[in-house]
Nanobody
Framework: VQLQASGGGLVQAGGSLRLSCTTSVRTFRNYAMGWFRQAPGKEREFVAAVSRDGVFTYYADSVKGRFTISRDNAMSTLDLQMNSLNPADTALYYC???????????????????WGQGTNVTVSS
């Protein structure tokens, strides 16, 4: 499974960005999908995840109410709408695919089987 993340950039605090993750794999709907991020000098951390059918979503407390994860199984795309961005959101953002059926595993990097390359998000104050 190859994943391609895009949509990062430079934005002022309070602004918005929309990240996208695309894949050519026809079995996209067989995977739960997630977003993680890694800031310079810090460990990779969970941001958000969505179940295979898009019904269930999971968020880190730090982004709840500001970020929205969604997926389009017909187009094999995953999105992350990020609003009210602040400098603490600055990081390299990764999309990932999980074959697990347990929602509890979506919060951890180890719960994912495939990773895309990151897309950089920089929020200026």
């Amino acid at each position: 499974v190859q994943l391609q993340a895009s949509g990062g950039g430079l934005v002022q605090a309070g602004g918005s960005l929309r990240l996208s993750c695309t894949t050519s794999v026809r079995t996209f709907r067989n995977y739960a999908m997630g977003w993680f991020r890694q800031a310079p000098g810090k460990e990779r951390e969970f941001v958000a995840a969505v179940s295979r059918d898009g019904v269930f979503t999971y968020y880190a407390d730090s982004v709840k109410g500001r970020f929205t994860i969604s997926r389009d199984n017909a187009m094999s795309t995953l999105d992350l709408q990020m609003n009210s961005l602040n400098p603490a959101d600055t990081a390299l953002y990764y999309c990932a695919a999980s074959s697990s059926y347990s929602g509890r595993t979506y919060y951890y990097s180890s719960g994912y089987d495939y990773w895309g390359q990151g897309t950089n998000v920089t929020v200026s104050s």
